[in-house]
């Protein structure tokens, strides 16, 4: 009776092990889709939950093919130690990551290593409104130090830098092609932010700040025109705000609360 209990537990084990290390790959396409909610999802998925590779992007709501929103295709590896309460995940992707990007720590802190990531902006139209009427141009980095992320009560928070750089950015809706180009740095502590938004060049200039408190974004800041550029300026700046005078020039207030 006991070698024959002995034969099923292990033939129970095997299966379960052998279920474990074929997971389809497909199982994290809904890890991504169910964090993200619903905003991002994977495409062409292949290999396995450990090791496999797809791209990410967007399906018009939430059906319907995924269109990319990166160049290239993501590849990442797990290691079973997760299955331990250890997670190890390395994810690369040199047409979109400058370095392979590794998170490591356990269920309840982990902590994302330093990278650089390509945003082609003509691709995050996908988003919806209102990208997809501004119709952004340009080169955008993201790029972060270590960001440290923590769990608790069910909650996620963030510890660390990260940083937006605009690079000659233009819209369908002006004329003026660059219209700058522009840096937004957040400051993460936990479940708060700051949010700096600077100009490195016009001709259309932004500037502003603003803090997240409790799940809440608030920004105060303001655009106008350099000299000369008004007038070509004035449809695209009147769509982002009203318009108000700031000492001796008029600008558009930016403001969200």
């Known amino acids: 009776m006991f070698k024959r209990l002995s034969w099923i537990v292990a033939a129970f084990v095997s299966v379960l092990v052998t279920v474990m290390l074929f997971l389809p790959a497909s199982w994290l396409g809904l890890v991504v889709e169910k964090q993200s909610r619903g905003r991002l999802s994977l495409g062409d998925i292949q290999g ?5 590779s797809a791209f990410v992007g967007v399906a018009a709501d939430g059906r319907g ?21 250890q997670i190890r995940l390395e994810l690369e992707n040199p047409a979109s990551l400058n370095v392979p990007v590794r998170l490591a720590g356990n269920f309840s802190q ?44 069910g909650q996620v928070s963030v510890t660390g830098h990260v940083q937006l750089e605009m690079a ?26 700051d949010m ?7 001709p259309m200039m932004l500037e502003g700040a603003g803090k997240m408190l409790s799940g ?12 000369g550029q008004e007038a070509k300026l004035a449809n695209l700046l009147n769509l982002l705000g009203q318009r108000r005078s700031d000492g001796d020039k008029d600008v558009i ?3 969200f609360k």
């Open 168 to 193: 000659e950015m233009a819209s369908r809706l002006s004329p003026i092609k660059p219209l700058g180009s522009y840096q937004m740095g957040f400051d993460l502590r936990g479940t708060e932010a």
């Open 48 to 52: 396995t939950f450990w090791q496999g």
């Open 110 to 153: 982990w902590q994302l290593s330093p990278a650089v990531l390509l945003l082609p902006p003509e691709r995050l139209e996908g988003l919806g409104a209102p990208l997809n009427t501004i119709g952004p141009s340009g080169i955008l980095h993201l790029s972060w130090n270590d960001l440290l992320f923590s769990r608790a009560n």
């Open 65 to 85: 093919p995924v269109t990319p929103l990166f160049p290239g295709r993501f590849q990442w590896h797990i290691s079973p130690m997760i299955l331990l309460g």
């Open 196 to 202: 700096q938004l600077s100009t490195m060049k016009g």
């Open 216 to 227: 809440r974004f608030q920004f105060s800041g303001k655009a106008w025109a350099q000299a």
């Open 253 to 255: 207030a930016l403001e």
